[in-house]
């Protein structure tokens, strides 16, 4: 299963961006696709998934309220929309899938997930 994750970049602390992932369709429409993040010199830790099959969404507490995932079914991309980026949230995305079905709290794990996309840079600056 491939991901085409794209959209990082440099932003000021307060500003926005939108991660997109491309998938298959076959991905798309099954099972849970995510994304984690990894700073340096921290542990990978997972922001946000969302389950297809009911369409619960998981966030991790640090992201809650600010991010949100979006989906363009037209185009099987799925979206991390970032708003009042923090420095803190400096780090390596990364899209991930899978298409078994998860329970909720297998979502947050990052194990679960067979696929993982190429990473995509995000630098919040103060």
């Excluded at 991905?27 to 009911?54: C, H, L, Y």
């Amino acid at each position: 299963v491939q991901l085409q994750a794209s959209g990082g970049g440099l932003v000021q602390a307060g500003g926005s961006l939108r991660l997109s992932c491309a998938a298959s369709r076959r991905t798309f429409i099954n099972g849970v696709m995510g994304w984690f993040r990894q700073a340096p010199g921290k542990e990978r830790e997972f922001v946000a998934a969302r389950r297809r099959s009911d369409g619960n969404t998981q966030y991790s507490s640090s992201v809650k309220g600010r991010f949100a995932i979006t989906r363009d079914n037209a185009k099987n991309t799925m979206y991390l929309e970032m708003n009042n980026l923090k420095p803190e949230d400096t780090a390596v995305y990364y899209c991930v899938a899978t298409t078994r079905g998860l329970i909720v709290s297998s979502i947050k794990i990052g194990s679960e997930y067979e696929s993982w996309g190429q990473g995509t840079q995000v630098t919040v600056s103060s």
